[in-house]
């Protein structure tokens, strides 16, 4: 395993590869990453695919402290069965190419920018809220069903309002 941080989020990854090619526009020697890593689920699988779905990323890999400039090349997911279900396992292969300082690339998008920022910040979130959940549990201040009823309560109470707040900018 090797771990990558991409757009400030950490990966454990798999059969990790760096090359170098040859830029023919400016020959420049470019370094091309790729690697896979696995999700269990369908919520893990839309959150990947959704922060996979931007254009431009920046890379770094703390075994050597070096941070690329990418853009996003062959990227791709497969899964055995029927349909993706929450014990699914999803394997991903994604490949990067870093950007040419000499070539000027074509800026990312507004919409490809949000969906990489969104998916980021919902990883990020997922992750302070497991590492939460887990430290309340192992000191045995909740339990995973008191946990689960509380949620399910309140879901029902509030996700309309919640809904409003993140779309309409209503706060009440």
């Given amino acids: 395993m090797k771990h990558l941080v991409i757009n ?3 990966f454990q990854v798999e059969n990790f590869e760096e090359q170098v090619v040859k ?3 400016t020959k420049e020697d470019l370094k091309e990453i790729s690697f896979t890593f696995s999700v269990i689920g369908e919520s893990e699988n839309n959150l990947y695919q ?3 779905n931007a254009s431009e990323y920046e890379v770094y890999i703390p075994e050597v402290n070096e941070t690329l400039k990418t853009k996003k ?8 069965g029927n349909g993706i279900n929450q014990d699914t396992k999803v394997s991903f292969s994604v490949k990067l190419n870093q950007q040419s300082e000499i070539e000027p690339e074509t800026s990312m998008s507004d919409n490809d920018r949000f969906l990489m920022n969104l998916a980021s910040e ?3 979130n997922k992750a302070r809220f497991k590492t939460l959940f887990d430290l309340l549990a192992e000191k045995e201040l909740i339990t995973s069903e008191d946990f689960t009823k509380k949620f399910d309560e309140d879901s029902k109470e509030n ?3 919640y809904h409003k707040e993140l779309f309409e900018g209503i706060i009440e």
Avoid at 73 to 80: A, D, K
Wanted: hydrophobic share 35%; net charge negative.
């Fill in 50 to 52: 959704g922060f996979f």
């Fill in 23 to 25: 830029n023919e526009k």
């Fill in 122 to 124: 919902v990883l990020l």
């Fill in 73 to 80: 090349g062959p990227f791709s997911y497969s899964y055995s």
């Fill in 8 to 10: 400030g989020v950490d």
């Fill in 159 to 161: 996700l309309d309002k």
